[in-house]
């Protein structure tokens, strides 16, 4: 798991050093809440040396252009996944020498609409051969520095311009055509829009190089639009040599010319600044063998990071689990603890071993005889059976009802008489069933004088003795 | 140790781990239906077995309160039967039967009452029952005379709890 995708995020700090005609260019970037501020470093800062001897300092390079290149892919498949897989072998066929001699990484084109509905993927594919690599780390050594990030300076030229010099909003195919002049040599970046077309490394100055490249990639689709000319690097502070290029290169290629701010420290910046911020066309060209041990030793970091997560997710998991089933326990436990005691002052020792229904019925059982030698003491605090006498001679009174015999115990009403019709029996039924019996009410033949004759037997408890 | 090997076993640990805490979840999640249901069983157990504790200190809360109280031997019926219908007679009243409680007797008398107006029979089982030591009315027969309305023949069984000596 080395995929950084180029940055070295977890730092707050990095140096991007450009090496110019033997000299190193240093920078010291620091982000503060997502920016990045750069300050320039001499060789000698007491700093930086420290921070290169003890180690603690990251470096961040880049391979030139002719040491390195940036091309655009098309896989046949809509989803980037799928698309890489294939894209090595696309890569290897534009090749000269083996893609196995090669470090290489593919990012991830822009949403082109068209490019899309045709079911296919665009890709950069970066890549240098890894011996250009190892030559670029020796270099790189022999100033004491050993680089963690060796970015391609193609790609980071071109980011860097449009951070510094962002394209107008109306401006998304315009041609903006960035000149990096260095000491020795150049590098030519074209672009539409915010969209990286390629980079070229050539001699310094070479505009009959210029003007034939920009033939090839612009001509078809300019549109009449001018190209905005970009300028940086050390050549750029030279105002008599810009004149020259410009004289020679706007005549065919109108359009309007920036130079950037301190442009001999442009590309150190560019390196840094991207080394230590997220964003488009992110590359690490000193990856696979010759990684850096410093994003080695994170990634392992961050792999065994990963794992205590999991880890700690397990333990949580479980921990959870053996609380649950401790808790359940514990609950069970109380419950049964407090429910054997209870049984136990209810209906003596025998109960407590016994569990759920049998244990209600023991304790039941043993109560029943001590209730029954109560009772006659809780009689007397019960509702007297004349108050159902006075409610049921009450409730004749009312609706018509002569008792001839009326019987009543603690368990058992009995009532036969007359009423003067059917349903004002029923009113007596519906008193009783309120009172908690179970009615029988029975009609008997009609009398001479038209009442109706009747006969009711209710037994129960009844709330009577309640 | 190296670090690839440690992080090696933090893997293999994280793994095991993930792994028995998901056959536990799995596992409790298939038993979480029957430990809600027993659960709910032994809450409705034990609610029940307070049902009954309450009951049970209901009636010794009962037995209490009569054994704190200063009488002894229940009125006579007698008197009060006299108080209340005149016409009555003293052998209206016979011995119904007794029963032994533990320190107390229960005894019954069976009141038989003919041509007596049913509301001064009831207003006798009233006064009976309002005594400090009251008798209780266990079973009660109304039968009503044919042409006189409100009384008839009146059959009263009365309880009363009496200490023993």
């Not at chain 2, 690839?4 to 993930?18: E, G, I, P, Q, S």
Request: charged residues 25%; contains cysteine.
């Amino acid at each position: 798991m080395t995929d950084l995708k180029g940055t070295i995020e977890w730092m707050g700090s990095c140096y991007g050093v450009d090496i110019q005609a033997g000299k190193p260019v240093i920078v010291r970037a620091e982000r503060t809440r997502g920016h990045v501020d750069f300050f320039p470093v001499t060789q000698n800062d007491p700093v930086f040396i420290e921070g290169i001897r003890s180690g603690k300092a990251a470096v961040a390079g880049s391979l030139t252009a002719g040491e390195s290149f940036a091309c655009w892919l098309e896989a046949p498949f809509p989803a980037f996944q799928k698309a890489v897989k294939v894209l090595p072998t696309l890569l290897d066929v534009q090749l000269p020498f083996p893609l196995e001699d090669c470090i290489y990484s593919f990012i991830e084109g822009g949403r082109d609409d068209a490019v899309r509905m045709a079911g296919k993927t665009r890709a950069i594919a970066v890549a240098a051969r890894t011996a250009e690599v190892q030559k670029k780390i020796e270099t790189f050594s022999a100033f004491g520095v050993d680089p963690v990030v060796l970015d391609q300076e193609g790609l980071a030229i071109w980011t860097q311009s449009l951070a510094e010099v962002p394209a107008g909003k109306n401006s998304t195919t315009a041609p903006r055509v960035v000149i990096y002049l260095g000491v020795e040599r150049s590098t030519l970046v074209i672009g539409r829009g915010t969209e990286f077309v390629s980079a070229h490394g050539m001699g310094q100055g070479n505009t009959a190089q210029i003007d034939r490249l920009l033939k090839t990639q612009l001509a078809a689709g300019q549109g009449g639009a001018g190209i905005q000319w970009m300028w940086a690097g050390p050549g750029a502070a030279d105002a008599l040599l810009l004149k020259k290029l410009g004289d020679s290169l706007y005549s065919r290629w109108p359009g309007s010319s920036v130079v950037h701010d301190k442009p001999e420290t442009f590309l150190a910046r560019a390196v840094a600044g991207r080394a230590l911020l997220p964003g488009p066309l992110r590359c690490n060209l000193r990856s696979g063998p010759l990684l850096h041990p410093v994003i080695a030793r994170k990634a392992e970091r961050d792999v065994a990071s990963t794992a205590l997560t999991y880890l700690a997710a397990g333990l949580l998991l479980c921990g959870i689990n053996v609380t649950w089933d401790l808790a359940v326990k514990h609950r069970e436990t109380a419950l049964d603890k407090e429910a054997g005691a209870l049984a136990e002052r209810l209906a003596g020792s025998r109960a407590v071993s016994a569990k759920g229904s049998t244990r209600l019925k023991m304790v039941r059982d043993a109560m029943s005889p001590r209730k029954d030698k109560m009772k006659p003491f809780m009689r007397n605090f019960e509702p007297s059976l004349a108050e159902t006498i006075a409610a049921m001679t009450d409730l004749a009174r009312k609706n018509d009802l002569n008792f001839e015999i009326l019987s009543i115990s603690r368990d058992k009403i009995n009532v036969s008489g007359t009423a003067g019709n059917w349903k004002k029996c029923e009113s007596l039924k519906d008193f009783l069933k309120q009172k908690g019996y179970t009615v029988k009410l029975d009609r008997k033949e009609s009398l001479a004088s038209e009442r109706v004759a009747f006969f009711i037997a209710s037994t129960g408890e009844g709330k009577v003795n309640e | 140790m190296n670090e690839k090997t440690t992080t090696r076993m933090l893997w293999a640990a994280a793994a095991v781990f993930l792994i028995v805490g998901t056959g536990m979840t799995v596992s409790n999640l298939r038993k979480s239906a029957g430990v809600s249901e027993r659960l709910e069983k032994n809450i409705a157990d034990l609610k029940t077995l307070r049902i009954m504790e309450a009951d049970m200190a209901r009636y010794e809360a009962a037995k209490k309160m009569m054994e704190k109280l200063p009488d002894k031997h229940p009125v006579p019926l007698n008197g009060l039967l006299q108080e209340t219908l005149p016409a009555s007679k003293g052998d209206d009243i016979r011995d119904a039967g007794k029963d032994e409680l533990g320190g107390w007797l229960v005894r019954r008398k069976e009141i038989s009452m003919n041509d007596v107006p049913v509301g001064k029979a009831m207003e006798f089982v009233q006064k009976a029952e309002s005594q400090k030591l009251p008798w209780c009315l266990a079973r009660c027969v109304i039968r009503a005379a044919p042409r006189a309305g409100g009384t008839g023949q009146v059959v009263l069984l009365m309880e009363a709890l009496e200490k023993s000596e």
